[in-house]
């Protein structure tokens, strides 16, 4: 019996130490998350929580890299738009100095003046179609490598070189949003005249009192033809000489309107002397007698007109009227650099669009990776009352432990030895 009382007591005093060591273990994990302010101070005390927050934290960083991508976007996007405003300010000077070539009391050799003033000024605008950052050119799009606009000193501007012979590649993407724009409208356009053509009326049968409205732009001068008088039972043979007839009495020169395969074919550049540009237009409405008119001859109601030359194009136009020494060149020259200016502050609106998606979208993501910071914090950092108050319940716990522990080390021998 005396073996069975041993054994007793050892056990007691086993189990009284691994309850000591388990409460001071207890004791400084609470003790160090209370300093640490850490919920978990490994990776494995929760089943599953680690890996949550792991894929947080990942998630963070890459908001951040987005954040990143999308500030460095626009910054390059106000560099473009800072650009920009430079390019409308140097066609704005242009146009200032054009006004004065343009008007008849300009000297010939203040317009060989303003020529040579030109072409130092031209300069400065493909030097800033030109701007670099980082190495790449800012207006080229995909084709950054590419230097927009080249052009060798003393050719005319219409020589020179738009994107070293090869088209816009399209814009570059940051993120999945357009990130550059090009300048095509200024350099690719290609002039061309007001034109606009009718279905085939199978057949015409006009009515009596049949009319219609036509006012026309020849390009500079605006000729207004106002109704024209039409008969039935006129073919479209009769009605092409008829509206010829009256555009000529109003002023115009030369045709506006021609018989193709049967239908009316308007265009500004059957007129003589036709400029080629977005002043030119071909107004028809219906006519002040009888409505329908425009149903019967196979015509809708509207505007359609022409497109201005490119940029290089208007400056060698521009260049040219100074040397040949032309005021009304010049003034012809004026819709083509007003058409510019205003295909420039077009840009500059659509790029005012781009920097707004982007600032929107970093405004969106620093919202996003603020609620994953703050979700990494409850997953990560345990509240200071619960720490405390953890760290004080294992200091009893670790309390009670030393004493009983205290109690089976002050058993003696006799204790072994008992029953």
Known sequence: MSNIGRISTLMRFNSQNRNLAMNQLRFAEHSSRLNLQKKHLTNYEVIGGSKELLNNRAMIKRFEAIEKNETKAVAEIGLMSTNLSGLKNIL????????????????????LILGQELRGIAQDFFDGVNTKINGKYIFSGLGSDKKVFDTKEGQIFSAGTYLEG?????????????????????????????????TVPSPATLAANAELNLVVNDGFNEINVGDIALSAGDTVANMVTKINAAFNTAGGVGSIVQNTAGALDFNTSLITGNLENANAAIIVSPGSTLSTTLDELGLTAGTTFGTSTSIQNTFSKLENAYNSQSSQLVRESLVDIQELIDSITLIETELGGIESNFNDAINSHFSIRTDLQIKESELATIPIADAIQRVTAAQAGLNGSMQAAAAVLQASVFNFLSL
């Open 92 to 111: 704005d000077t242009i146009k200032t100095s054009a006004f004065r070539g343009a008007s008849d009391t300009s000297s010939p050799d203040e317009l």
């Open 166 to 198: 090869s088209t816009y590649a399209g814009n570059r993407l940051i993120e999945g949003k357009k990130a550059s724009i090009g300048l095509d409208t200024l350099f690719a356009a290609q002039e061309s005249s007001a034109n606009y053509v009718g």
